[in-house]
């Protein structure tokens, strides 16, 4: 049996809004999903509460919740590099209402991911992360990955050569955005960008990580190749704490019900791997 429990915690002053699905006899480690970006604790498509119920259903505690700014929560909105006292918070609602829990793992999809990997370093409960699809966006990042996977792609577009055809292609609008994409892919990101942030973050956090990348994702591909092309990413992802999983055709969100199964179940099976 899963209990279902709405959950009130103060924050800096700020009430927080958030919800802990609750079986009957749950593991020793718990997950607290971490919501990123213009979003509220259901996700897109309910993503988030249909993760959390399926961890409850394996015996896995699961909460979500608001941040400050977001969806019932006061507070101000802040961006994913600033949100870790909500955090701290949530975390300390999370083990008072379970008082079994012996630790935590970060579940996040894009800068919920790297909010989670920003965070963990610094509180010894967190004992994993989950990255779906993690934001390590630089102009110079973003502008390769949408040269390599997004033009490619478009080559093979019947649409376009048919509009190149009938005449129907916008040639100016198209070489501007080009140049402008060329342009910013030569340029190397800044010392102290997103990327080397994370790095840091992940390599002194000393707990387990799972990474799941969707094949249909500027986001999860920027990342894939951060970590092809920069030997410390490559080091660091390659280390024996470290899985990886990949669904080649599932988008952002993983939007279609096989998808985010099989990443609500992969992350079940790996919570309860060691």
């Known amino acids: ?3 279902q429990r709405a959950l009130a915690f103060a924050c800096d ?22 919501v990123g970006g213009p979003q509220y604790r259901a996700g897109s498509h309910r993503q988030f509460t249909l993760l959390a119920r399926s961890l ?5 505690a699961a909460m979500r919740f608001d941040y400050r700014g977001m969806g019932d929560s006061e507070g101000a909105p802040r961006d994913f590099d600033s949100v870790s006292e909500d955090l701290r918070a949530a975390i300390d609602i999370f083990f008072s209402e379970v008082p079994s829990l012996t630790e935590v793992v970060l579940w996040g999809l894009c800068d ?6 920003l965070y963990a370093t610094g509180d010894a409960r967190v004992a994993g992360l989950v990255l779906l699809n993690p934001w390590v966006r630089t102009e110079s990042g973003a502008a390769r990955a949408t040269l390599k996977h997004y033009y490619r792609a478009r080559l093979l577009d019947r649409a376009l050569w048919k ?6 292609f ?3 609008a198209a070489w501007q955005s080009l140049r ?4 910013s892919a030569a340029a190397e990101a800044p010392s102290g960008a997103l990327p080397d942030r994370m790095h ?7 707990g387990k990580l799972l990474v799941i990348l969707s094949g249909a994702d500027l986001t999860a591909q920027e990342f894939a190749d951060l970590a092809d092309s920069s030997p410390k990413w490559a080091t660091l992802l390659a280390a024996p704490r470290v899985t990886r999983r990949a669904l080649p055709k599932a988008d952002h969100t993983c939007s279609r019900r096989e998808w985010h199964e099989q990443v609500a179940q992969w992350s079940a099976d790996w919570v309860r791997s060691w």
């Open 170 to 172: 916008g040639y100016r």
């Open 163 to 168: 509009k190149i055809a009938t005449l129907n």
């Open 180 to 183: 402008g994409l060329l342009g």
């Open 1 to 3: 049996m899963i209990e």
């Open 13 to 34: 002053g700020d009430w927080l809004y958030g919800v802990l699905d609750l079986p009957a006899a749950p593991h020793q480690r718990g997950v607290l999903v971490v």
């Open 56 to 60: 409850a259903a394996q015996g896995i």
């Open 112 to 117: 919920a991911a790297s909010a989670a990997a």
């Open 200 to 206: 840091d973050g992940l390599g002194r956090f000393g």
